[in-house]
């Protein structure tokens, strides 16, 4: 197709767009504007929970939560939990039926977040929310909760632990069936929601909650809400995810601290160890020098391929924003990267630095390794790559602490542990007929053309989802890229906010 | 000499020394035993204040407890501060006269602490002193006190910061001036008493008050009371010093933390680079691979060099005790490694491990790291020497964090702070009338041969003194060699604390 028809082409399905938008769009942003102030305060008081892990009985309190809202919008919602009540965290599950409805389609979304660590938050406490008047890292400012009757700016961002990933999602699936009940606008299909609150520690109940549960989560998609529009702005309809896994390795120097002064260069440095064995797992171009790392990458085909070319070329963009005088891969495209398996250094310490320095030589080193997997990968396979590499390194690689004996019989040892809750990446189709009538819907509340991606260089238990439902997943993100997702001053821009609920009610609203 | 002759001739020393011991030695010991449940309780309130530099107010808490006890010592304690008092912590001066005395002696020790890290501290507080009936490595017990009466077994450990480095040294120069005083013992030589309280950070301000107060503290040796005896439990006398300085580093990736599932691989990883860094800085034997990082070293000479093949050989007896299977420098001995320059890291981080690690890529990797100097090396100069090496990796190296448009203009950017503080080794001839002296005096007290050594590998500010006073410097250490010193668990060996009190009340009564 050559450029200029393209162009046109383009154009008229804006047009059409901009005319499906309709009384539809208008009434759902006229519920929006009508109730901001509420669901800001709404939103505000569910991000105030604390839902990290390892605090479960606070998991719980999000869960008690999003029941009583659901209860109050009829959904019957129950928790499936596995054993009793306490850890680990409940699935909630509500479900709205459409009379004479032909599809039936989940919402999927999660309400636990990551850790943090809060002397890292520059902008607030991770559960004491804070409004911006635009991203602190370009000069925003702490502004004060609108006042009764103030103007909501769309561009202010909201700053909480998990008010992009994932609590946004859980938000804006709520609010869009609010809004569509309330303008007395029916649902096409039957709806399910599914609240999980295990996703940030890698979904590791998931899997047999589902399975437990499969005949009454029987249905036509599962539409996964969660992760960021595309870095253009433009919203996209996503049909894959990478997998992930997580490794924590430890190395080690004598078994008990010694002055730098008297010992140093003479009792091996744990930190040099390290840095030796992760430098060596990256050439200078940044790929990865394990051996068949990528060996059992299941190629893209002619469809993907096509939607990643089509895709708008973001690299110079971001590189600007990022402030990245280099990349790595060796030249390759992000969207190009996101296609093969990583390796990430999440975190690395030994002994300390800044004023808690001292000068000594460390007993332990830790690095927590992060391993993203494409379709073909395995994620148990792909660690005992890293091991088998860590071991030819002259590593002696273990689960435990060494005891001395082992440590004099063995010069290098590494404490290699494979954290649960791993899972392989998942690739929907992009023709099945679900997938069109998805990017359909969204289309229909975008003024701008929905992208179609093959995958999510992120990651979502859409493997386990599909291994226990057979039911095709499909992405529909709403959170803005810029999110700081997974670190620091995560935050959110209300007009993702907004734009999520329209999305979502397109989607309760498609074509039967 | 053949081994023979050799032996004979250190029987005879040894039998010498035995008679030498007579009535002095058991003055003071019995001074001790008489007193040591007084004395342990004394030292345990003194470790019980706080003196980390960052804390100066407590700092200041520790020299005021010293002027008290030098003022019921009769010493007229005088405190030498820059500016007013406050910032920087002072030295407390004290003299003891002895009418027709030839010499002078300067007693020099320091009452301030390296930083803790509480959490780290397995034992107790590090300013909650505690007792174990033995090392608590080695399977020792928490025990309570001892009470009224009860004998103190001289094998337990005191744990408490700077319970060895280097209150243990101050509490023992003026317990033996105690001992001789109760004995009505008149010490040979005029004493001078010279405790600092910035040693741990560098002494960055000893040189300057040594200077104006030059007049005063003329005196034929300073003996510094730091470090341990020889890893054989052997006292040793030691000539010299290495020299040491800090350097911290940071590298940094995209100007915000990113989600490594969305931009890992792609958006370069500053823990990756850090350890790329400092990985390249040693070759797989542990030598430091940094240009010319050796070349200004004054080799030893023919003295040094006896000295160190005379003295015990203890790398195999450390390495079962580390459980080191291995150790750096290409097969060189511990006594030859520390007098070449080395550089330790004391510590690393980027991101967090444990579980606090998020799926991230971190925004900066931070390292500090400790140099170690000998005679030749200038503290600057191998500074700059790294520095150097870190630019010829490609590294732009500032002095501060980069804006966007550096970052943008320079892929790889290293921040290097050389912090304050650093110094160059010293080394006194070993051959001065002084030195037999001191070994002389340090005999006397002992039932084995005391060592000679050229060089201590930890670091004392004694350039800084010699570069002031022009009196030679001669470090009698007395702490046990496992000691945790600068670590988490700083401990003494009660027994080292008992010595310590003979051996400077030996050298306050040497040979006229």
């Known amino acids: 197709m050559n450029t200029a028809i393209k162009f046109i082409l383009t154009l008229v399905l804006l047009v059409a767009a901009a005319s499906a938008q309709d009384n539809f769009v208008a009434s759902i942003r006229n519920y929006r504007v009508k109730n901001e102030q509420r669901l800001l305060s709404d939103f505000t008081q569910f991000l105030s929970i604390p839902n990290i892990a390892s605090d479960t009985p606070r998991v719980y309190l999000n869960a008690d939560h999003l029941v009583e809202r659901m209860k109050r919008m009829g959904l019957n919602p129950k928790t499936f939990y596995l054993g009793d009540k306490g850890s680990p965290p409940p699935v909630v599950y509500g479900e709205w039926k459409t009379p004479g409805a032909a599809k039936t389609i989940i919402f999927y979304a999660h309400y636990d977040g990551q850790p943090v660590d809060p002397k890292a938050w520059t902008v607030t406490d991770p559960f004491k929310p804070v409004i911006f008047d635009r991203p602190f890292e370009k000069g925003g400012k702490l502004i004060p909760f609108p006042a009764t009757g103030e103007k909501i700016d769309p561009e202010w961002r909201l700053y909480a632990r998990s008010a992009s990933d994932d609590k946004a999602g859980v938000f804006a699936i709520l609010t869009a069936l609010e809004a569509l009940k309330a303008n007395g606008i029916q649902p096409t299909v039957n709806i399910k929601f599914l609240f999980e609150g295990e996703e940030e520690a890698g979904s590791p109940h998931l899997g047999e909650i589902l399975t437990r549960n499969k005949d009454l989560l029987n249905a036509d998609a599962f539409i996964v809400c969660d992760g960021p529009v595309h870095q253009s ?53 940044g790929n990865i020098t394990i051996k068949g790392w990528n060996d059992d990458v299941e190629p893209l085909g002619p469809t993907e391929k096509k939607a990643i070319a089509e895709a708008p070329q973001i690299d110079e963009q971001l590189k600007r924003e990022l402030a990245l005088g280099q990349t790595e891969g060796g ?10 398996p990583s390796l990430n250094i999440n ?37 005992e790559k890293l091991r088998k590499y860590i ?43 679900i997938g069109f009538s998805v990017v359909d819907a969204v289309q229909r509340v975008s003024s701008e053309q929905v992208i179609r991606m093959p ?19 499909i992405t529909v993100p709403i959170a803005n890229y810029d999110n700081n997702q997974h670190a620091e001053n995560e ?13 979502y009610a397109a989607l309760m609203t498609m074509k039967k």
């Open 233 to 285: 702005g433009r919203k996209q309809v996503v049909f894959g995810v990478r997998g992930d896994t997580n490794v924590d390795l430890t190395v080690y120097g004598a078994n008990r601290p010694l002055h730098s002064g008297h010992y140093g260069n003479w009792s091996p440095n744990p930190a040099m160890r390290l840095a030796r064995l992760l430098a060596s797992m990256k050439d200078d171009r």
């Open 331 to 340: 030249g390759k495209t992000l969207l190009e990267l996101i296609n093969i």
């Open 347 to 383: 975190g690395m310490k030994s002994g300390d630095v800044g004023p808690l320095a001292r000068n000594v030589i460390p007993t332990t080193a830790d690095a927590v390794l992060d391993l993203r997997l494409v379709k073909g990968n395995d994620f148990v396979r792909q660690v």
């Open 391 to 433: 071991e030819l390194q002259g590593f002696y690689v273990i689960d435990h602490d060494p005891t001395d004996s082992e440590r004099l019989a063995h010069p290098l040892i590494a404490k290699l542990i494979h954290r649960k809750g791993g899972y392989n990446a998942q690739r929907t189709p992009m023709d099945l007929p």
């Open 455 to 473: 995958t999510l260089g992120g990651s979502l238990p859409l493997s386990i989802i599909t291994d226990a439902l057979n039911v095709p997943t």
């Open 491 to 503: 935050n959110i821009r209300i007009q993702n906010l907004w734009d999520g609920i329209e999305t």
